[in-house]
């Protein structure tokens, strides 16, 4: 690797890791292409995109950490590649597909979860190292893009059309925004130990997850991806009436 001797006594590398580098410009690619498809109409293509982009997004942290590789370029090279395949894709994919009906609205609602997934990034990157890694601090953006992703592809299955799903959907994607930029916790997941030992049953879960959602993906991803969005503030809610209960 190239070495930078701008620090003095030091050598710093200026080269890039390759692996975890592919995930990441391969989840770019998927944004990029979920926004091209969606400008031609093809919706289901779009959709289905922005999911690739989620899972090739979780696989580029772990094989980082995995291989040792972790820089601070893949750090803001995997922010930005998020920007595009979890902000602008999916504000252009349900924009194209249902909000561009509302006019002005349609196109401002658009933009405003454009701007909560970059405020969203912005401040995950600026506080990721001072908060509680059991939970995220606001709804995050992958999480939000499938919730998207997954309404737009349903609704796109069922040939669901006018009002009837245009105003729901600008609902949905106005509140997703916002439970980006919000304080509410969400569970992130990242205390599984995947190389534990574990009761046999819990093995099975996965199976039949994967199972429910190969019998209608659409339907299943979308419903799976609701409930972990809507349920945080519907829990916060419910402790927060527990706590006022307790001090009455």
Not at 49 to 55: C, E, G, H, L
Not at 74 to 92: C, H, K, R, T
Not at 100 to 116: H, P, R, V
Request: proline share 4%; aromatic share 12%; net charge positive.
């Amino acid at each position: 690797m190239i070495k930078d001797n701008n620090l003095p006594g030091k050598t710093q590398s200026r080269g890039i890791y390759l692996l975890p580098n592919l995930f990441t410009t391969a989840a770019l690619f998927a944004g990029f292409y979920a926004v091209m498809a969606a400008m031609k109409g093809y919706f289901d293509s779009a959709a289905i995109a922005i999911f690739v982009a989620m899972i090739l997004d979780s696989l580029d942290g772990r094989v980082a950490r995995m291989t040792n590789t972790q820089t601070a370029f893949g750090a803001q090279y995997d922010s930005l590649s998020d920007m595009v395949a979890f902000g602008v894709a999916p504000a252009l994919t349900v924009y194209s597909w249902s909000l561009f009906s509302l006019g002005k609205l349609g196109w401002l609602i658009a933009f405003l979860y454009t701007a909560g997934t970059a405020l969203r990034l912005a401040r995950f990157n600026t506080q990721s190292h001072d908060t509680d890694k059991r939970y995220f601090q606001g709804l995050p953006c992958p999480a939000a893009a499938a919730v998207i992703a997954g309404l737009v592809w349903l609704g796109n299955t069922y040939e669901l059309e006018g009002l009837l799903i245009d105003i729901p959907t600008a609902i949905i994607t106005l509140s997703v925004a916002t439970l980006m930029v919000s304080t509410i916790r969400y569970y992130s997941f990242k205390q599984i130990d995947l190389r534990g030992r574990v009761p046999f049953v819990v093995v099975l879960i996965p199976v039949v997850i994967l199972a429910a959602i190969a019998i209608d993906p659409p339907q299943m991803l979308f419903t799976v991806f609701f409930v972990y969005a809507f349920s945080a503030p519907a829990i916060t809610l419910w402790q927060i009436r527990r706590i006022r209960r307790r001090h009455k």
